[in-house]
Protein backbone atom coordinates (compact mmCIF):
# COMPACT_ATOMS: atom_id res chain seq x y z
CA UNK A 1 0.00 0.00 0.00
CA UNK A 2 1.45 3.67 -1.03
CA UNK A 3 1.41 6.24 1.85
CA UNK A 4 -0.40 9.47 0.70
CA UNK A 5 1.09 12.87 1.54
CA UNK A 6 0.12 16.29 1.02
CA UNK A 7 1.75 18.60 -1.65
CA UNK A 8 4.24 20.05 1.17
CA UNK A 9 5.05 16.32 2.73
CA UNK A 10 2.88 16.42 5.06
CA UNK A 11 1.09 12.95 6.06
CA UNK A 12 -2.28 12.90 4.31
CA UNK A 13 -4.30 11.39 7.08
CA UNK A 14 -7.56 11.97 5.38
CA UNK A 15 -6.46 10.16 1.74
CA UNK A 16 -5.12 7.32 3.84
CA UNK A 17 -8.31 6.79 5.93
CA UNK A 18 -10.02 6.83 2.43
CA UNK A 19 -6.90 4.30 0.59
CA UNK A 20 -7.66 1.79 3.62
CA UNK A 21 -11.55 1.89 3.40
CA UNK A 22 -11.21 1.61 -0.29
CA UNK A 23 -8.82 -1.50 -0.06
CA UNK A 24 -10.81 -3.32 2.80
CA UNK A 25 -13.87 -3.82 0.60
CA UNK A 26 -11.61 -5.11 -1.99
CA UNK A 27 -8.29 -7.27 -0.76
CA UNK A 28 -7.27 -10.16 1.82
CA UNK A 29 -4.44 -7.82 2.99
CA UNK A 30 -2.27 -4.36 3.29
CA UNK A 31 1.31 -4.63 3.08
CA UNK A 32 2.42 -0.77 4.97
CA UNK A 33 5.30 1.02 5.42
CA UNK A 34 7.26 -0.73 2.58
CA UNK A 35 8.51 0.54 -1.05
CA UNK A 36 5.93 1.70 -2.28
CA UNK A 37 4.66 2.92 0.80
CA UNK A 38 8.00 5.13 1.11
CA UNK A 39 8.69 3.78 4.49
CA UNK A 40 12.29 4.71 4.23
CA UNK A 41 11.06 8.23 4.25
CA UNK A 42 9.28 8.57 7.26
CA UNK A 43 10.02 8.73 10.68
CA UNK A 44 9.48 6.03 13.48
CA UNK A 45 6.15 8.17 14.25
CA UNK A 46 4.93 8.78 11.06
CA UNK A 47 5.24 5.16 10.42
CA UNK A 48 3.44 4.02 13.88
CA UNK A 49 0.99 6.68 12.68
CA UNK A 50 0.60 4.78 9.48
CA UNK A 51 0.22 1.61 11.14
CA UNK A 52 -2.50 2.81 13.78
CA UNK A 53 -4.65 4.65 11.36
CA UNK A 54 -4.57 1.19 9.18
CA UNK A 55 -5.37 -1.02 11.86
CA UNK A 56 -8.27 1.60 13.20
CA UNK A 57 -9.98 1.87 9.26
CA UNK A 58 -9.79 -1.87 8.43
CA UNK A 59 -10.95 -2.71 11.36
CA UNK A 60 -10.30 -6.49 11.57
CA UNK A 61 -11.30 -6.96 8.03
CA UNK A 62 -8.33 -7.25 6.35
CA UNK A 63 -4.76 -8.65 7.63
CA UNK A 64 -2.06 -6.16 8.28
CA UNK A 65 1.52 -6.64 7.69
CA UNK A 66 4.21 -3.76 8.97
CA UNK A 67 7.22 -3.59 7.05
CA UNK A 68 9.39 -2.36 10.04
CA UNK A 69 13.38 -2.18 8.36
CA UNK A 70 15.39 0.26 9.31
CA UNK A 71 19.05 0.46 9.26
CA UNK A 72 19.57 -0.43 12.89
CA UNK A 73 18.42 -3.16 15.35
CA UNK A 74 17.18 -0.44 17.53
CA UNK A 75 14.72 1.50 15.55
CA UNK A 76 13.77 -1.91 13.95
CA UNK A 77 12.41 -3.97 17.37
CA UNK A 78 11.26 -0.43 18.37
CA UNK A 79 8.24 -0.27 15.81
CA UNK A 80 7.74 -4.31 16.10
CA UNK A 81 7.14 -3.84 19.92
CA UNK A 82 4.67 -1.16 18.81
CA UNK A 83 3.06 -2.88 15.85
CA UNK A 84 2.80 -5.76 18.52
CA UNK A 85 0.93 -3.36 21.13
CA UNK A 86 -1.59 -2.63 17.67
CA UNK A 87 -2.03 -5.87 17.11
CA UNK A 88 -0.57 -6.07 13.38
CA UNK A 89 -1.23 -9.45 11.81
CA UNK A 90 2.65 -9.62 10.80
CA UNK A 91 5.63 -7.70 10.73
CA UNK A 92 8.43 -7.75 7.52
CA UNK A 93 11.86 -6.00 7.31
CA UNK A 94 13.98 -5.42 4.30
CA UNK A 95 17.77 -6.57 5.43
CA UNK A 96 19.28 -3.46 6.93
CA UNK A 97 20.59 -0.72 4.03
CA UNK A 98 22.97 1.72 3.23
CA UNK A 99 25.91 -0.31 4.01
CA UNK A 100 26.69 -4.17 2.64
CA UNK A 101 26.13 -6.47 6.32
CA UNK A 102 27.76 -9.73 5.69
CA UNK A 103 25.73 -12.92 6.75
CA UNK A 104 26.33 -12.78 10.28
CA UNK A 105 25.03 -8.87 10.51
CA UNK A 106 22.30 -10.04 8.65
CA UNK A 107 21.30 -12.89 11.45
CA UNK A 108 21.99 -10.68 14.07
CA UNK A 109 19.25 -8.08 12.88
CA UNK A 110 16.71 -10.35 12.12
CA UNK A 111 17.29 -12.80 15.03
CA UNK A 112 16.61 -9.42 17.44
CA UNK A 113 13.26 -9.09 15.02
CA UNK A 114 11.74 -12.52 16.18
CA UNK A 115 12.54 -11.87 20.06
CA UNK A 116 10.86 -8.59 20.19
CA UNK A 117 7.99 -10.18 17.84
CA UNK A 118 7.56 -13.38 20.17
CA UNK A 119 4.48 -15.33 18.80
CA UNK A 120 3.70 -12.61 15.73
CA UNK A 121 5.15 -14.07 12.61
CA UNK A 122 8.16 -12.44 11.05
CA UNK A 123 8.77 -12.34 7.18
CA UNK A 124 12.06 -11.70 5.66
CA UNK A 125 11.64 -8.66 2.93
CA UNK A 126 14.49 -9.95 0.31
CA UNK A 127 14.58 -6.82 -2.32
CA UNK A 128 18.53 -6.85 -3.81
CA UNK A 129 17.58 -3.45 -5.03
CA UNK A 130 16.25 -1.86 -2.23
CA UNK A 131 18.51 -2.93 0.19
CA UNK A 132 21.74 -2.87 -1.84
CA UNK A 133 22.61 -6.83 -1.61
CA UNK A 134 21.17 -10.01 -2.25
CA UNK A 135 20.60 -12.79 0.58
CA UNK A 136 21.83 -16.15 -0.34
CA UNK A 137 19.79 -19.37 0.33
CA UNK A 138 21.79 -20.34 2.74
CA UNK A 139 21.54 -17.22 4.68
CA UNK A 140 17.28 -17.49 4.26
CA UNK A 141 17.97 -20.92 5.51
CA UNK A 142 19.43 -20.01 8.43
CA UNK A 143 17.20 -17.10 8.82
CA UNK A 144 13.99 -19.85 9.22
CA UNK A 145 16.14 -21.74 11.68
CA UNK A 146 16.17 -18.70 13.80
CA UNK A 147 12.35 -18.60 13.79
CA UNK A 148 11.57 -16.13 10.76
CA UNK A 149 8.60 -17.41 9.24
CA UNK A 150 8.72 -16.98 5.49
CA UNK A 151 9.91 -14.35 3.14
CA UNK A 152 8.45 -11.78 0.64
CA UNK A 153 10.64 -12.42 -2.37
CA UNK A 154 10.75 -9.43 -4.31
CA UNK A 155 14.03 -10.90 -6.46
CA UNK A 156 11.93 -10.96 -9.56
CA UNK A 157 14.24 -14.08 -10.60
CA UNK A 158 11.67 -16.83 -10.41
CA UNK A 159 14.44 -19.51 -9.93
CA UNK A 160 15.34 -18.15 -6.69
CA UNK A 161 11.60 -18.48 -6.14
CA UNK A 162 11.24 -22.06 -6.80
CA UNK A 163 14.17 -22.88 -4.92
CA UNK A 164 12.94 -21.30 -1.53
CA UNK A 165 9.84 -23.86 -2.19
CA UNK A 166 12.32 -26.42 -3.24
CA UNK A 167 14.52 -26.20 -0.41
CA UNK A 168 12.56 -24.88 2.23
CA UNK A 169 9.00 -24.58 1.41
CA UNK A 170 8.33 -28.24 2.34
CA UNK A 171 9.28 -27.33 5.69
CA UNK A 172 6.33 -24.75 6.60
CA UNK A 173 7.85 -21.65 4.92
CA UNK A 174 5.93 -19.67 3.97
CA UNK A 175 7.32 -18.26 0.09
CA UNK A 176 5.34 -14.84 -0.80
CA UNK A 177 5.83 -13.12 -3.95
CA UNK A 178 6.51 -9.71 -4.06
CA UNK A 179 5.15 -8.67 -7.32
CA UNK A 180 2.19 -9.31 -9.24
CA UNK A 181 4.37 -9.68 -12.77
CA UNK A 182 4.91 -13.43 -11.77
CA UNK A 183 2.10 -14.84 -9.82
CA UNK A 184 0.48 -17.78 -12.33
CA UNK A 185 4.13 -18.73 -12.24
CA UNK A 186 4.56 -18.48 -8.73
CA UNK A 187 1.33 -20.14 -7.94
CA UNK A 188 2.35 -23.21 -9.94
CA UNK A 189 5.12 -23.95 -7.81
CA UNK A 190 2.95 -23.56 -5.01
CA UNK A 191 3.20 -19.99 -3.43
CA UNK A 192 0.17 -18.90 -2.44
CA UNK A 193 0.03 -15.11 -1.31
CA UNK A 194 1.24 -12.20 -3.86
CA UNK A 195 1.85 -8.39 -2.62
CA UNK A 196 0.89 -6.15 -5.75
CA UNK A 197 1.47 -2.37 -6.12
CA UNK A 198 -1.01 -2.58 -9.09
CA UNK A 199 -3.71 -3.69 -6.42
CA UNK A 200 -3.90 0.28 -4.65
CA UNK A 201 -5.96 1.43 -7.83
CA UNK A 202 -6.90 -1.75 -8.99
CA UNK A 203 -7.24 -4.88 -6.38
CA UNK A 204 -10.24 -6.20 -8.58
CA UNK A 205 -8.17 -7.69 -11.35
CA UNK A 206 -5.60 -8.86 -8.73
CA UNK A 207 -8.06 -10.74 -6.78
CA UNK A 208 -9.29 -12.14 -9.80
CA UNK A 209 -5.87 -13.07 -10.97
CA UNK A 210 -5.45 -14.49 -7.49
CA UNK A 211 -8.39 -16.53 -7.46
CA UNK A 212 -7.74 -17.88 -10.96
CA UNK A 213 -4.44 -19.38 -9.69
CA UNK A 214 -5.82 -21.09 -6.57
CA UNK A 215 -8.47 -22.26 -8.26
CA UNK A 216 -6.18 -24.11 -10.65
CA UNK A 217 -7.76 -22.25 -13.50
CA UNK A 218 -4.47 -21.49 -15.10
CA UNK A 219 -5.43 -21.03 -18.67
CA UNK A 220 -8.13 -17.96 -17.78
CA UNK A 221 -5.16 -16.94 -14.91
CA UNK A 222 -2.71 -16.59 -17.81
CA UNK A 223 -5.10 -14.23 -20.14
CA UNK A 224 -5.58 -11.83 -16.66
CA UNK A 225 -1.95 -12.23 -15.74
CA UNK A 226 -1.32 -10.74 -19.49
CA UNK A 227 -3.68 -8.21 -18.53
CA UNK A 228 -1.87 -7.33 -15.32
CA UNK A 229 1.56 -6.97 -17.24
CA UNK A 230 -0.02 -4.38 -19.61
CA UNK A 231 -1.04 -2.33 -16.82
CA UNK A 232 2.32 -2.85 -15.24
CA UNK A 233 3.62 -1.46 -18.88
CA UNK A 234 1.19 1.64 -18.49
CA UNK A 235 2.77 2.20 -14.94
CA UNK A 236 6.06 2.98 -16.48
CA UNK A 237 4.59 5.98 -18.47
CA UNK A 238 5.23 7.97 -14.80
CA UNK A 239 9.13 8.13 -13.68
CA UNK A 240 8.53 4.90 -11.58
CA UNK A 241 6.09 2.42 -10.85
CA UNK A 242 5.83 3.77 -7.40
CA UNK A 243 4.76 7.16 -9.05
CA UNK A 244 2.53 5.45 -11.57
CA UNK A 245 0.16 4.12 -8.42
CA UNK A 246 -0.32 7.73 -7.27
CA UNK A 247 -1.55 8.82 -11.03
CA UNK A 248 -3.61 5.89 -11.23
CA UNK A 249 -5.51 6.03 -7.87
CA UNK A 250 -6.21 10.19 -9.24
CA UNK A 251 -7.21 9.26 -12.41
CA UNK A 252 -9.58 6.09 -10.66
CA UNK A 253 -11.23 9.10 -8.35
CA UNK A 254 -10.13 7.06 -5.41
CA UNK A 255 -7.90 9.82 -3.84
CA UNK A 256 -5.45 12.54 -5.34
CA UNK A 257 -2.60 12.52 -3.06
CA UNK A 258 1.83 12.67 -3.46
CA UNK A 259 4.61 11.19 -2.89
CA UNK A 260 7.12 12.41 -0.75
CA UNK A 261 10.28 14.20 -1.95
CA UNK A 262 12.77 13.53 -3.28
CA UNK A 263 9.69 11.99 -5.45
CA UNK A 264 8.46 14.19 -8.46
CA UNK A 265 4.67 13.27 -8.81
CA UNK A 266 3.38 12.55 -11.99
CA UNK A 267 2.56 15.49 -14.43
CA UNK A 268 -0.63 16.48 -15.92
CA UNK A 269 0.62 14.84 -19.30
CA UNK A 270 2.06 11.45 -17.84
CA UNK A 271 -1.41 11.18 -16.04
CA UNK A 272 -3.50 11.85 -19.49
CA UNK A 273 -1.23 9.14 -21.42
CA UNK A 274 -1.98 6.47 -18.33
CA UNK A 275 -5.77 7.79 -18.02
CA UNK A 276 -6.15 7.59 -22.29
CA UNK A 277 -4.13 3.95 -21.70
CA UNK A 278 -6.25 2.65 -18.99
CA UNK A 279 -9.32 3.52 -21.47
CA UNK A 280 -7.92 1.16 -23.91
CA UNK A 281 -7.89 -1.57 -21.34
CA UNK A 282 -12.05 -0.64 -20.25
CA UNK A 283 -9.99 -0.29 -16.92
CA UNK A 284 -11.98 3.38 -16.22
Given amino acids: MITPFKEDGELDVKSLEALVEFLSGHVHGVFINGSYGCGALMSLEERKQVAEIT?????????????????????????????????????????????????????????????????????????????????????????RDIGVHGVKDATFDIMIHANYHRVLGAEGFDVVLGTEAMWLSACVLGTKAFIPGLANAFPEINVKMY????????????????????????????????????????????????????????????KEAIREELKKLELI
Fill in 55 to 143: KRVSGGRIQVVDQVGTTTNGETTELIRHAKEIGVDAVAAVAPYYFTHNEDSILYFYEDMVKAAGDMPVYVYNNPKFQGYPISLNTIRKL
Fill in 211 to 270: QEGMKGDYEACRQTQFMVNKCRDIMYLAKSTQLAIYAMLDVRGVIKAYPRAPFIAAGEKE
